[in-house]
Nanobody
Framework: QVQLVESGGGLVQAGGSLRLSCAAS????????VGWFRQAPGKEREFVAR????????HYADSVKGRFTISRDNAKNTVYLQMNSLNPDDTAVYYC?????????????WGQGTQVTVSS
């Protein structure tokens, strides 16, 4: 009932920036909590950031705090992840996920992922 499409991934040099987008459809966007996750080869998927339905609450993993910023534009049905000061450890497939439960730790809806590669 919620379809998510990530975009904005690519190849960037260390120290550079990327902005990922997560476009949602199929549900009133302002009612859903959205999170970003990432998975590197050989590693488990890890939490990156989340944002509440109207953007009033944001939470970040310690590894990205101060470098990444999550935001949303409900009029455009889109959540963004601005990634600055990227380093090779940030290389991963990045996924957005959504849920109607603002307290969830297991998101119901997932996008297909977008590759982020940071070169040194």
């Amino acid at each position: 009932q919620v379809q998510l499409v990530e975009s904005g991934g690519g190849l960037v040099q260390a120290g550079g920036s990327l902005r990922l987008s997560c476009a949602a459809s199929g549900r009133t966007f302002s009612t859903i909590t959205v999170g970003w996750f990432r998975q590197a080869p050989g590693k488990e998927r890890e939490f990156v950031a989340r944002i509440s339905s109207i953007g009033g609450y944001k939470h970040y993993a310690d590894s990205v705090k101060g470098r990444f910023t999550i935001s949303r534009d409900n009029a455009k049905n889109t959540v963004y992840l601005q990634m600055n000061s990227l380093n090779p450890d940030d290389t991963a497939v990045y996924y957005c996920a959504a849920d109607l439960n603002p307290l969830t730790t297991n998101y119901r809806y997932w996008g297909q992922g977008t590759q982020v590669t940071v070169s040194s």
